[in-house]
């Protein structure tokens, strides 16, 4: 499947003068902004800047998550089980399918 979002390695670029903790791709083209909760830089907080990692990671998270769908796939048909089941491996797998499903 051909990917859509923004290629590359995402970082966070630290907080600019209107507030904004910066998200930006290896070329330092921004991705995305987070807003701190009043817009003001000097109150830029941990939740602001947590949120924007996560938001950098998202394309190694969903690499690796796909990466794992993948091995899940394999692991059923190399041991002849269902991942149609009710276990616990068949609802991780579905989790990894739904999360990675709402990227599409």
């Known amino acids: 499947m051909k990917t859509t979002h923004t290629n590359g ?3 966070v670029k630290g ?3 209107d507030g904004r903790v ?3 791709n290896g070329r330092a083209i921004p ?3 987070v807003l701190s909760e009043n817009g003001k830089v000097y109150e830029c ?3 602001q800047q947590a949120n924007a990692k996560l938001i950098a990671a998202a394309p190694e998270l969903l690499d690796a998550l796909k990466d794992c769908e ?3 796939s394999i692991y059923a048909e190399s041991t002849e089980s269902s991942l ?3 276990g616990a491996d068949a609802q991780i797998w579905r989790n990894a399918k739904q999360a990675i499903n709402k990227t599409k």
């Open 9 to 11: 390695e995402w970082k």
């Open 15 to 17: 907080v600019d003068s």
């Open 22 to 24: 910066n998200i930006t």
């Open 31 to 33: 991705i995305a902004k």
């Open 45 to 47: 907080g941990l939740e």
């Open 70 to 72: 993948k091995l899940l």
């Open 84 to 86: 149609n089941n009710k």
